[in-house]
């Protein structure tokens, strides 16, 4: 049984950091691409990072230069470490993982997604 589970969401400042993690289990990590998604309120789930199984990594531009997508595959993990956040980087984030995927940013390439954190930034 597949399971991606997200934690490090949270409240959190304009200007501020948060790590997302995510933990993978039930499949061979370190064969899939993992891709981090966010849905806000009343929009649609969009692509935020990458990181593919040979460590190459895409970025969303509203994103570039602030997060940073990193994967421990010795602990089954993925990471997304997020600076400098904005009110606008509020929403659910998803982490989802591609089988020998080359880190697209199209959701529907990822098989397996976990149930999301919640990510605040408050102005």
């Known amino acids: 049984q597949v399971q991606l589970v997200e934690s490090g969401g949270g409240l959190v400042q304009t200007g501020g950091s948060l790590r997302l993690s995510c933990a993978a289990s039930?499949?061979?990590?370190?064969?899939?691409?993992m891709g981090w998604f966010r849905q806000a309120p009343g929009k649609e789930r969009v692509f935020v990072s990458a990181?593919?199984?040979?460590?190459?990594?895409h970025y969303a531009d509203s994103v570039k230069g602030r997060f940073t997508i990193s994967r421990d595959n010795s602990k089954n993990t993925v990471y997304l470490q997020m600076n400098s956040l904005k009110p606008e980087d509020t929403a659910v984030y998803y982490c989802?993982?591609?089988?020998w995927g080359s880190g697209t940013n199209r959701a529907r390439d990822y098989a397996y997604w976990g149930q999301g954190t919640q990510v605040t930034v408050s102005s």
């Open positions: 039930g499949i061979t990590f370190s064969s899939y691409a």
């Open positions: 990181i593919n199984y040979g460590g190459n990594t």
């Open positions: 989802a993982a591609d089988l």
